[in-house]
């Protein structure tokens, strides 16, 4: 008897392979008159081994979507696959599990445990895990990203752009499949944001890692493959091989009621 037929997981579609795919996302949060809706019905694919940038004005849901991405937070309801894993069918422990093995996530404010050193901060994850830690791909993260000399200082001794690079030692340690980033060039001065988009870009052409990395910086955005846009929670296009020129173009066009782009 031939069995029905089954859809491929996303990551086997003809194809580029997909590193993600959200399927008409929705996240609410709040009830009653207070009820807002992050996400309207978002679908989104993100390819494996390419750098996405996600854009679009403020709360048109891009820390929202990387959160339920990063499995940091779930859909109200639709899809958020990982690979072929759908990550609201799983439970809080194999959530963790996902999140610990294969990903690394770098917040606006760098999120370090206050009472470590910020070496003890980029350590924590491998200690927890039982993992041992590459001790050469740490010592090349951490002078990549000119922290060597602030690794045993608190994080209340460190410049908000310290913390933010630690943070990024701290997301790449691993060497995760997937590093997704909130704007993580955004407390960082011009040299030091060059120097983090350019270790970003060397995690995707040097390592083959995927990288989706919400910012609000053309100029950033014009270091990575695509830009995926949002508006209002909702997809509103993409620009290829972006420049700084497509992209403030394309971020003008959403800006008025006609510009939405499919
Ligand atoms: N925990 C929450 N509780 C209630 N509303 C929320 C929560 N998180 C986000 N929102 C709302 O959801 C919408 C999308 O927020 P989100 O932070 O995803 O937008 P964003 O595009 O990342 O914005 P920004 O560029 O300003 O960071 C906003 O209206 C925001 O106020």
Redesign the pocket.
Known sequence: MSKPPVAPPPSTVAGPRLAARAVDLIRE??TGSSR?R?LDGLSVDLVERRFTAVM??????????LHCLAGLDRATSGQMLLGGTDLGALDDAALTAIRRDRLGFVFQDGNLLPHLTAGENIDLAASLAGRRTDRAWRRELVERLGVADRLRHLPSELSGGQRQRVAVVRALLGRPDLVVADEPTGALDSESGAALLALLRACVDEFGQTVVM?T?DPSAAAVTDEVVL?RD?RAAGRVDRPTRRTVLERLGALATPAGVVA
């Open positions: 949060y709040g807002v992050a679009g004005a403020s709360g048109s849901g891009k820390s929202t979507f919400v609000h949002l929670g």
